[in-house]
Each structure stands twice: as C-alpha cells, then as structure tokens.
C-alpha cells in the first residue's frame, strides 16, 4: 500500500456501526477500546469494513508479536484443520501437540527436565500455575505485587492488582492472596529514587511482611510480570528482580514468572525475564505464543508435576489448531530473525518516543523493553498528577487518523506494534501520534 495509514471514512463509519449496534444489543461489557470494526489484516496493517486502513501498534492487546495472518501460521491451520480440528489431548494422543510441549520444554529457561500443561489463555495457565504451585508445596498463601495483571478467573483475579474495577464486586476471591508494592520508580510507592533508594521496595519482604505477619514457610508461590503490562509497562530494576529471585529460594517458595504478555519475543529476547538472567521455577506462557489462535502453557520443573491423573485437566487444552499455530509461530520467531528485528525496532521505536517527549510536556516518562514500549502522560511533570483524559483523547484522535493504540496503568499509553514492523511504519504512527498528543493538549 502506498499510504499507510489512509482513513477514508471518519470512524467508524456506516457499515461498523451497523457491527457497533448489533454487539452493544447482545454482547457482555466488556473492555471496549476503540470503534474499529476490522475486516481483514496483514502484517502491521488494519482494514476495517468501510475501507479505512490502519498501522496496528496494539497486535490484537499483544498477541500477534510476528503480525497479522503470518503465512507459515495461515498454512499451518489450515492443513490442520483439514485433518483434525479435536481429540482431547488431555485424554488422547496426537503428534503436533507432543511436538509443542517438546518445543516449549527446550525454549523455555532452565537446563532441567520440565513438563507442560496446556490450556486456552493467560488466566488458565495463571490458574494451572497457582494449583501446581499448592500442590508440590501443599502451602495455601500467593505473594504478587501492586499494579499486576494476571487475569480475570476467580483465581487468577486474587493475584491481579492493577484496577479496583477488576476486582469490585467480585469478594472473597480466593483466599491467601497478599500484595506488595512493584518496582515502579516513577511513582515509588515509597517515595525515594533509584539506585539512592537500595531497592527497597525489594528487600521489604524479608524484613516487614516475613517479620510481621506472612509466615513465609506457608507461602507457595510469588507471581511476577517482568514488565508489568496492564499496570503501565513497568519495567524494574535488575536488582530487584534478583533480590525478589533470591528471597524466594531461601524460603522455598516458587517463583512463577507471567510472560503471558512480555513473552515470545516483545521485549526482544524470547522471555522477558532473560534481561534479568533469573530462571523462573514455573514460566506462563499465551497471547502470542498462538499467534491469534488461543492457547495457554504453564511451564514447570518435571519434579512439581502433579503426578496423579484428574488433579487438573480440561477439554481444550492442546487443541490441535492452537498447537500447529504455536509450532509455526515458534518456526518464524527461531528462523526469521524476528529477535533481531524486535530489538532494532524497538531501539527505534524508544528513540521516536523520547523525541515526542522532548517535544511536549505532557509526557512525563518512557519506558520498556524491546518492542513493549509506553508513555506516561502527566498533568505537570513535577506533580506527575495523571493525565488520564488527555490519555484517553490521544488514543481516540491516533484511531481516527488511522493508528491503533491502546491504553494501560492509571495514563500510559502501550505501543505493541507487530515485532516485525518496518522502521518507515513506526515512523509514519509517531507522526500521527505527534499530532494526537499535540491537539490533545489544546
């Protein structure tokens, strides 16, 4: 396409509203962005059904890291599909699935023997990890921090901590859950500055919530983002992530490392937690890892296996679509140079965005990982007071000229474009991004 993007119609236009109208009569509220009605994708590229065509910087809320209808994915599912869509892998065999859990088995960190249960999204293999984690250690507690987003199940929602509106109405979740505060240094809970600071938000643990009130030897498990996604992209310092590493194995408790979002390659190394050289005692693992089709693993050392048949199954887990689309979307990734393109674009994505921030005082911080970006905008860069209407304006000006964001933490902005995005394509959103934050300012 010569123009990209190119809004024909102001959006959304007749036909999606007609779409609109239909899903606000019957579908459950949900979580609704923007009013984009899409009719087909390819790569980084979005058309909706009255013509518009958009850059995607949000790949599906972080699933399709090697972008839109990959042809090795297409023709995986396909050929599939024509065989056999079902057969229960958890009560039958069948050769693409083994072949998945091998892979995963090998990709995943950690030289050891490791085994895999599959499932259909983050939450399950959040929820697998949780029940993994009680019963190797039969301990009843879970430790996870402030701002995190593990998913929206019953169980998985008592580790989540990232909005009230998540959890309102929805108590007693499931009970033995405690939070504490994340390395989030632009808004230290604490209110002191890193390296100053001696990460102290890591060491907390040990000497208040162990000395005070949490019995750490009835803790099972701590559950941790390596860049906290619906929270705001927060990235922590590397100390912290190994003093939270080290306080976990001295007291025998799990450390379950969620890579639902920051997994596959988005933050330009495969697992985000690699940039932190820690080995998880269980890794969760979805969005991305399907490219589209929904699948979920939960990842772990052979010795926590549950070791008894019926302790924990489900019908769709290994579906065979879900595992031939995992299969391809691991081929791409391991033979297409797709690490190397997510961490050159990434480089230049950062640099885009430190430009818009030097440019408009809005911005208060950048930050992220490889191609896992975000901006946070403020009211005054002092008071870092949140900026959250002139966030939710930005987003909607970018959809309507033609760039798909989308929105995370109290007022960031995450840009999750396809890991493999042209540099000329992220040049031609921050352009649109640059008028959107512009504008939204007057």
């Not at 922590?236 to 408790?253: A, D, L, N, R, Y």
Request: aromatic residues 8%; glycine residues 8%; positive net charge.
């Amino acid at each position: 396409m010569s123009k990209v993007p190119q809004i024909r119609v102001e959006p959304p236009g007749r036909k999606a509203r007609e779409i609109i109208k239909i899903d606000e009569k019957y579908l459950a509220t949900s979580t609704k962005t923007s009013p984009i009605a899409v009719e087909s994708a390819s790569g980084s590229v979005v058309t909706d059904v009255d013509g518009n065509v958009y850059l995607d910087f949000a790949s599906g809320v972080g699933v399709l890291n090697i972008g839109h209808c990959h042809p090795k994915v297409v023709k995986a599912v396909r050929d599939q599909a024509e065989k056999v869509m079902h057969f229960a892998g958890t009560d039958f065999y069948y050769d693409v699935q083994s072949r998945l859990v091998k892979k995963l088995s090998e990709i995943c960190p950690g030289k050891y023997d490791k085994r895999v249960f599959l499932s259909n999204s983050g939450t399950e293999a959040i929820e697998a990890a949780m029940k993994v984690a009680r019963w190797h250690t039969q301990r009843k507690q879970f430790i996870s921090f402030i701002g995190a987003f593990h998913g929206r199940t019953m169980g998985s929602l008592s580790l989540t901590a990232s909005k009230p509106v998540q959890r309102n109405r929805y108590f007693p979740l499931v009970p033995g859950g405690v939070h504490i505060p994340f390395a989030y240094c632009y808004r230290c809970p604490y209110h002191l500055e890193y390296p100053s600071c001696g990460i102290w938000c890591g060491k907390i643990l040990e000497e208040i919530y162990f000395d005070s009130f949490l019995p750490p030897e009835e803790v099972a498990a701590l559950f941790m983002e390596p860049v906290q996604g619906e929270g705001g992209y927060v990235v922590p310092p590397v100390e912290f992530v190994k003093i939270i590493s080290k306080t976990c194995k001295s007291h025998g408790m799990l450390l379950v490392d969620d890579e639902v979002q920051a997994g596959m390659g988005r933050t330009g190394k495969l697992w985000g937690i690699e940039h932190f050289d820690i080995v998880p005692d269980i890794l969760c693992a979805a969005k991305a890892l399907g490219s589209g089709v929904p699948i979920g693993a939960t990842i772990y050392h052979r010795k926590l296996d549950f070791g008894v048949q019926g302790a924990h199954s489900n019908t769709f887990g290994g579906n065979l679509l879900a595992c031939a689309s995992a299969l391809a979307t691991i081929d791409v990734i391991e033979n297409e140079n797709v690490l190397e393109m997510a961490t050159k674009a990434g480089r230049h994505l950062r640099k885009r965005l430190e430009e818009l921030m030097d440019k408009h005082e809005i911005i208060g911080d950048v930050r992220g990982l490889g191609m896992m970006q975000a901006t946070e905008l403020v009211e005054d860069r002092k008071t870092k007071e949140p900026a959250k209407k002139k966030r939710d304006k930005v987003v909607e000006l970018c959809y309507k000229r033609g760039v798909i964001l989308l929105p995370c933490g109290k007022s960031s902005i995450r840009y999750i474009p396809p890991l493999t995005t042209s540099l000329s394509q992220i040049d031609a959103g921050i352009a649109v991004i640059d008028s959107a934050v512009r504008d939204a300012m007057k």
